[in-house]
Nanobody, 127 residues
């Protein structure tokens, strides 16, 4: 059973930053996509960033690309999401998800693309 464990969420003031981590112990694959999604109350789950383990290629939603950075440490099977310039609109539960195999670029931020999901980590931004 593949397990994804998110951490790093918390409550921060607007303008602050956070680094979220997604660990996948034992789930190592050179052709793995890992993505971050977020879901605010009453809203649909939104893909914000993804990374391909093979070459580190990153994908971002247009709405966040200036403030979000995704990176990976393949030796630790961990993917990170760095967020700067947090605003109250970033308040949401953040989930990581993963799968192996080819994914068209148009699908990497779509929730239905992914097989495995973590439990989420809450990010709350106050003004």
């Amino acid at each position: 059973q593949v397990q994804l464990v998110e951490s790093g969420g918390g409550s921060v003031q607007a303008g602050g930053s956070l680094r979220l981590s997604c660990a996948s112990p034992g789930y190592s694959n050179r052709s793995k996509f890992t993505a971050w999604f977020r879901q605010a109350p009453g809203k649909e789950r939104e893909g914000v960033a993804a990374i391909y383990s093979g070459d580190g290629r990153a994908y971002f939603a247009d709405s966040v690309k200036s403030r979000f950075t995704i990176s990976q440490d393949n030796a630790k099977n961990t993917v990170y999401l760095q967020i700067i310039g947090l605003t109250p609109e970033d308040t949401a539960m953040y989930y990581c998800a993963a799968r192996v195999g080819f994914v068209p670029a148009s699908e990497v931020l779509r929730p239905g693309t992914y097989y495995y999901w973590g439990q989420g980590t809450q990010v709350t931004v106050s003004s």
